[in-house]
C-alpha cells in the first residue's frame, strides 16, 4: 500500500513563489505518473500537472510558464515549483500517484495566495 504525504503548502503573497513536495513511501509499481492536483473554495479537483516516470510532463494551460513539475525517482518524490502566484491559484493541493496496479492520494496541503 502505498502512502503520500505532501508538504511545502502556506500563505504566499500574489506574484510570490511555494514549492510543494510529495514523498511516496510503501509499497507501489516503479512505473507511474505522480501529479498534482488541486480543489479551491466551490470548484472541482483538477489536475494541474503530471509527470511520468521518465520525464514526460503535462499542465494545465492555466499554470503554464508559472508552474514546473519534476521528480526525483531516487527518493520517490515529486516537486512543484509554483511561481508568480495570483490568488486564483488558492486551493488545496493534492499528490496523486497513477500505475497500472493502483491509485493513491495525499491528505491535501493548503496553498493561499493573498495580499
Known amino acids: 500500500q502505498v502512502q503520500l504525504v505532501e508538504s511545502g503548502g502556506g500563505l504566499v503573497q500574489p506574484g510570490g513563489s511555494l514549492t510543494l513536495s510529495c514523498a511516496a513511501s510503501?509499497?507501489?509499481?516503479?512505473?507511474?505518473?505522480m501529479a498534482w492536483y488541486r480543489r479551491a473554495p466551490g470548484k472541482e479537483r483538477e489536475l494541474v500537472a503530471e509527470?511520468?516516470?521518465?520525464?514526460?510532463?503535462n499542465y494545465a494551460d492555466s499554470v503554464k510558464a508559472r508552474f514546473t513539475i519534476s521528480r526525483d525517482n531516487a527518493k520517490n518524490a515529486v516537486y512543484l515549483q509554483m511561481n508568480s502566484l495570483k490568488p486564483d491559484d488558492t486551493a488545496v493541493y493534492y499528490c496523486?500517484?497513477?500505475?497500472?496496479?493502483?491509485?493513491?492520494w495525499g491528505q491535501g496541503t493548503q496553498v493561499t495566495v493573498s495580499s
Open positions: 496523486h500517484l497513477q500505475s497500472i496496479y493502483e491509485s493513491a
Open positions: 510503501g509499497r507501489f509499481f516503479s512505473v507511474n505518473t
Open positions: 509527470i511520468t516516470r521518465g520525464g514526460t510532463t
